[in-house]
């Protein structure tokens, strides 16, 4: 799977959209782009993943740049809720799909 | 619909000695994945099971072996522990067909070892 590249940390304020960067220079054609979090003190769990288009669920928006080298996940109004460690991983489509090769995320602090 | 489980939540063992991990996978899921999670860092990918056969393994000894039974629970077991073996260990269940699909973890169990 292709390496992603995130900063380390975020900070944001409560309500107000937060937007959380990832670049994957080297992603293939068929690497999907997904989203995982993870709360304090749990496991991680799935946000959202896309391909080309936009994409849109009731956690979050992904947004994916036209050369797919880059994408962003937005949060679009953060609660203090959303305070975790968030993962952009590169899945191959179709294949070893148990493997989900984490880096270290994006730490992001929200303040009240 | 139940969420997938791990027991125990906390363990200290000794060095060299072994360790059994259990996961019990949410309903309709076929596929098992087990991750080890050290301190400050992204979770590393041990193997997964599906329908009881080991289907991948990442860089980790021999000494780390499953079982997935035909529930589709399951156990990492860990032989010789090593002081570096101490990491917070998941698992995660998932339904392995055609498509993309998302993997629900557990809450993980905490291994210390002295």
């Known amino acids: 799977d292709a390496k992603t590249t995130q900063p380390n940390s975020m900070e944001s304020n409560e309500e107000e959209p937060v937007h959380l960067p990832c670049n994957h220079s080297?992603?293939?054609?068929?690497?999907?782009i997904h989203w995982y979090r993870q709360l304090p003190s749990q496991g991680p769990e799935y946000v959202i993943h896309?391909?080309?288009s936009n994409v849109n669920n009731r956690m979050a928006s992904l947004a994916i740049a036209e050369d797919r080298k880059s994408s962003t996940l937005i949060l679009h109004r953060a609660t203090l809720r959303d305070a975790a460690v968030y993962y952009c991983?590169?899945?191959?489509?179709?294949?070893?799909?148990?493997?989900?090769?984490f880096g270290k995320g994006t730490k992001l602090s929200v303040k009240p | 619909e139940t969420g997938v489980t791990q027991s125990p939540t906390h363990l200290i063992k000794t060095r060299g000695q072994q360790v059994t991990l259990r996961c019990s996978s949410q309903s309709g899921h076929n596929t098992v994945s087990w991750y080890q999670q050290a301190l400050g860092q992204g979770p590393q990918f041990i193997f997964q099971y599906y329908r009881e056969e080991e289907n991948g393994r990442g860089n980790f000894p021999p000494r780390f072996s499953g079982l997935q039974f035909p529930n589709y629970s399951s156990e990492l077991n860990v032989n010789a522990l090593e002081l570096d073996d101490s990491a917070l260990y998941l698992c995660?269940?998932?339904?392995?067909?055609?498509?993309?699909?998302?993997?629900?973890f557990g809450p993980g169990t905490r291994l210390t070892v002295t």
């Open positions: 995660a269940s998932s339904y392995l067909g055609t498509g993309i699909y998302e993997q629900y």
């Open positions: 991983i590169l899945r191959l489509y179709g294949g070893s799909q148990g493997n989900l090769i």
């Open positions: 896309g391909l080309t």
């Open positions: 080297t992603i293939s054609g068929t690497d999907y």
